[in-house]
């Protein structure tokens, strides 16, 4: 959080001039979608949509400042179910993937993702997604690995960082947190600038441990995402990550990620805090809940 006037002003000034930037050189929705649809970005988030309600469950069931009911734990996985749709996840998702996006991007990863390389990527990334929990679970933890040689461990650790895969996906848990804990907080007729402020901390507070933590298993599932990628494929892909197209599209990419599941988290929140106040006026000794800390960051991987 920006402590300064002066330097809120300066990063307002930059946000300000990024946004006149990528308005003067965005794409329409059509183009985006095309990016969209090679990078099967519908069916990879879709194949993770499943698990979220158990996940969003988790976190309020463990909270320990306040012990939810049954029917209370009840409505958080029916709101989980309900925000965490791909419907829902769409329309923002493309629309920042088109505002992320320039014309020579879409030329360069266009022809990136039609190619044979690009194809076989997004097959391993489709297939890899489509695993049921318990095996990527596996596969994060190093219980199932691919044949590996320093030299590729080395390449991987490089397309980690180029793809800046740890980074994005902490801050889409993060930003999805405080999506629902301040949808929750709406919904329920709550502080919301309260509320957005203690998971804001939370998040923080975790954030350089979360990464930690995450950089070796999201490394794994990579490496065994293209566990039959040659190493001059992954030279190729590593040469196209590093391009400025290659950085424009991954800049792109990880926008589009972070609004959808931003708009999903905010979905399932307003859902939630409905549900709750509605027990509460239904049961006087049922008090309104409020979002664990926890819910601004994911369950650590082990």
Known sequence: ???????????????????????????????????????????????????????????????????????????????????????????????????????????ETDAFLAGDLGRRMVTADLATAVLDEPTIDKIMSGDLTAPSTPKRDAMFDKLEHASRSTESTVQIFLSMGQAVAIGTAVGAGRDRVAVAESARKSGEAGRAALQTNMREPLRRYMAYSY?????????????????????????????????????????????LGESLRELAQAQLDVPIASPPPAIAAPVPVK
């Open 1 to 107: 959080m920006l402590r300064f006037a002066f330097t809120f002003a300066c990063a307002l000034l930059l946000s300000v001039s990024a946004g006149i930037q990528a308005a003067r050189s965005a794409v329409d929705i059509e183009t985006a979608a095309k990016i969209y649809q090679d990078a099967a970005m519908r069916e990879q988030v879709r194949a993770s949509l499943g698990s979220m309600p158990a996940h969003i469950r988790q976190l309020f069931s463990a909270d320990t400042a306040v012990k939810l009911s049954t029917s209370q734990i009840n409505a958080v996985t029916k709101a989980a179910e309900r925000g965490f749709r791909i419907d829902v996840f769409e329309a923002p998702a493309l629309s920042a993937l088109a505002a992320n996006l320039d014309a020579a991007t879409v030329t």
């Open 227 to 271: 566990r039959d990628l040659s190493d001059a494929d992954l030279k190729h892909l590593l040469s196209f990550l590093n391009s400025a197209p290659g950085q424009r599209y991954v800049t792109a990419y990880i926008a589009s990620l972070g609004a959808g599941y931003d708009a999903m988290g905010r979905r399932c929140g307003e859902h």
